[in-house]
């Protein structure tokens, strides 16, 4: 390694640090905001409580799945042990624990920032929108600098240590595996909640949103945390890891036919100018006193987009890295940020798509799903083509760069256009976790009694969290499908090394008239869709049991319709924290176990096959479920601040029908697809040696 790559991963060891040190400063200063209303801190304290006990059984039932992947990679990866170097296997076991112990703390992060972040915004809000903003921006932003600096510091110091990119996959394996699990098993307790709640609240009793009579109204909540905070850092560290991890397998490759370590280099210093990048940007963000929050976080965004461009090519200059490969990275960037303003004209409410939605739902539920339905799949394209088009010109800019390794270059390409989107990852965090803070603010604004004016200003900040969360949904679906491009050309490069080794042909593409590589394929393409399917039974089944239990406490407690009696929320949490850890292992395990069986059956074609199925389809349904279930939740929140009808009325009922059909879609499985697709990715990279050596077709 040459002393230029070496300083800039010292580099990024340190934009690290700065990173956690500005999170401490961030979280202490959210920490010190006043809060006095004694029932706004019960209520914070019965949410904190429940996100806690939820993330420690899951964590539990994790760790032994956990326990068991290691022992397995221990056996068998990179090779297996009675035939291999123990050492090796030793390490990729270490960086996998790794992966998921990093995971975890960035999940564990979130909701202890989260939690006091709530309740901080919401009396803010008495103040205006200003200081509620930034309480709950400010909040979301330690996630951010957090998650990234965490993903950039892990991935430097394996590295580091090891100075092999391939156990980067057993590190980006641990980080995936975790991810799948933890956003599976949030998203299906936040929407078990909030469809028993908003069907028994809204729609039967005609009682507000977040009234403290509704017995799952605390685990609502709860559920905007385990879901949005801790599900949604886990799924976007895993992204941030798995693009490195790629990029760094083909740089790795690419610099041992060069000689010298220029690309290594390369992927470091644009990963650690972009958290850079997003530091800035977070310090920048503002509003004001009667400001618009949509405009604030994007223009965080758009500053954070120019921020990286600038740096980016100030180091290319200085370093004397290559400007076409500089150019993919540009690409990936603004491929994302443009992906990010078609998905927020599906699902803002000042625009078109929400308004027919909403005016729609004057003539009943079925017209608010299918107008949803329709502008969901309309919502695909331009994602869709934005990532073809990102990969094609990425591919296109990087092929002549050396003719006799212009695949090899152009699919690195494609993999810094992944890193490139990624690049802003640490702002996406944090508008991202912005959401779900204001939401528990506006909740526990209502429940605390604070007034009309105040809800008035927490609806506001909750909207742009809504619009804010489909763009970073969307994002993340994006950048996840990018990164898989790239994966599938670690898996290629993965697959030549072993071939060289046992003296086998390699893989130089897969042809789709080949009848294992089209197997494979529909295999592939199915997947997405039964995980989705069972993810979302899930939620049925565990929201069915909710309703009853929230029946019963109606029925039983006296005075509880009256308010004069508190509702059991515990009884609500139970019942989501159980469900959920039920329903998350069976999903979880049908991605991998497909995956094994298609590699054991066809071979690494088949397994080529299996993951570019699984790519299209299942970023055709995240984008989907994710850009449709965003759009019913704004058309729903449009009615309510008393366009076509307002509140209770009939147009309102059938927005509130909609909306439940979309949590699941929008929190459950949408957001829960890209990550499948990373880990089956990275499961066929580790297991490639054993899928050539031992298949029964290939």
């Known amino acids: 390694m040459d002393a230029v790559t070496f300083g800039v991963q010292l580099v990024s060891v340190l934009i690290s640090l700065l990173a956690f040190a500005y999170a401490a400063w961030l979280y202490l200063w959210v920490k010190r905001l006043p809060s006095s209303n004694a029932r706004i801190a019960h209520v914070g304290r019965l949410i904190r409580e429940g996100a806690r006990t939820f993330l420690r059984k899951e964590y539990l039932v994790l760790a032994r799945f956990a326990l ?47 939690t006091i972040a709530n309740i901080k915004a919401a009396e803010a809000a008495q103040k205006g929108i200003r200081p509620s903003f930034m309480a709950g921006f400010r909040g979301g932003a330690v996630m951010g600098m957090a998650v990234v600096g965490a993903s950039l510091i892990g991935v430097t110091l394996v590295y580091l240590l090891t100075n092999d990119a391939s156990t980067l996959l057993g590190f980006s394996f641990g980080a995936s595996s975790l991810a799948l699990f933890a956003k599976a098993g949030g998203g299906i307790f936040t929407k078990t909640a909030d469809i028993s709640a908003d069907l028994t609240g809204k729609v039967e009793l005609g009682i507000p949103e977040d009234d403290p009579r509704n017995p799952a109204v605390i685990a609502d909540n709860v559920g905007d945390n385990v879901g949005d905070v801790a599900g949604m850092g886990a799924d976007l560290f895993d992204s941030n890891v798995a693009s490195m ?24 210093c644009y990963a650690a100018l972009g958290l850079l990048a997003s530091l800035i940007g977070v310090m920048c963000a503002r509003i004001g006193k009667n400001g618009n929050p949509t405009s604030a976080l994007n223009a965080s965004t758009y500053i954070t987009t120019g921020v990286y461009v600038a740096l980016t090519a100030l180091a290319t200059l200085v370093l004397g890295y290559e400007w076409r490969i500089w150019g993919a990275c540009i690409v990936g960037l603004l491929v994302g940020v443009i992906i990010g303003i078609a998905t927020d004209y599906f699902t ?4 078109k798509p929400v308004r027919h939605v909403a ?13 949803g339905v329709s502008y969901g799949f309309l919502s695909v394209l331009p994602a869709m083509a934005g990532i073809g088009i990102s990969a094609l010109v990425a591919y296109q800019l990087c092929v002549p760069i050396y003719p ?5 270059f152009a699919m690195f390409g494609i993999s810094m256009a992944a890193v490139g989107m990624l690049s802003i990852v640490g702002m996406i965090v944090s508008n991202d976790a912005y959401g779900p803070i204001v939401d528990n603010a506006r909740g526990l604004a209502e429940m605390g009694g604070l007034g009309e004016e105040v809800l008035s200003v927490t609806d506001q900040l909750d909207s742009a969290g809504n619009t804010v969360k489909a763009v970073t949904k969307g994002f ?13 050309g670690a898996f290629m490069s993965e697959v030549n090394t072993a071939a060289a080794a046992l003296g086998v042909a390699g893989l130089s593409g897969f042809d789709i008239m080949d009848p294992l590589v089209f197997f494979g394929m529909l295999a592939g393409a199915a997947i997405p869709a039964v995980f989705s399917a069972l993810l979302m039974l899930g939620v049925n089944r565990n929201a069915q049991r909710m309703v009853g239990e929230i029946h019963r406490q109606f029925t039983t ?7 004069k009696a508190e509702p059991e929320y515990n009884r609500c949490i139970d019942i989501a924290t159980t469900g959920a ?3 998350l292992i069976p999903a979880g395990l049908v991605a991998i176990v497909a995956t094994l069986l298609v590699g054991f059956v066809g071979g690494v074609r088949a397994i080529g096959g299996f993951l570019t199925g699984n790519i299209v389809s299942g970023l055709l349904l995240a984008l989907f479920m994710s850009n449709a279930g965003g759009l019913w939740d704004n058309a729903k929140k449009y009615v309510e601040a008393g366009h076509e009808g307002g509140r209770n009325s009939a147009a309102h009922k059938a927005a509130v029908v909609g909306d439940t059909v979309g949590d699941p879609f929008k929190d459950t499985a949408g957001p829960s697809i890209n990550t499948q697709i990373t880990v089956v990715s990275l499961v066929s990279s580790l297991m490639s040696t054993l899928f050539l050596a031992g298949s029964l077709f290939g």
Request: net charge negative; glycine share 12%.
């Open 68 to 114: 068991a992947a290691g022992a397995l990679i221990f056996l068998f990866l990179p090779s297996p042990l009675w035939s291999g170097s123990v050492r090796e296997n030793v390490v990729m076991t270490v960086a996998y624990f790794a992966g998921t112990v990093f995971s975890a703390i960035a999940g564990k992060i979130g909701i202890e920032v989260a």
């Open 245 to 268: 991890a790629a990029a760094l397998v083909m740089a790795s490759s690419l610099d041992g036919a060069m000689g010298g370590s220029t690309f290594v280099g390369m992927v470091f």
């Open 348 to 351: 803002d409410d000042t625009r």
């Open 359 to 371: 005016s729609a739902s004057a003539s009943g539920p079925a017209f608010t799903v299918l107008s």
């Open 404 to 408: 006799a390794l212009s695949t090899e």
């Open 476 to 488: 993340a679906i994006a950048a996840a499908g990018l990164t898989v491009i790239a994966l599938l």
């Open 557 to 563: 407690i006296p005075g509880l319709r009256q308010g």
């Open 581 to 583: 850890i039920r329903e």
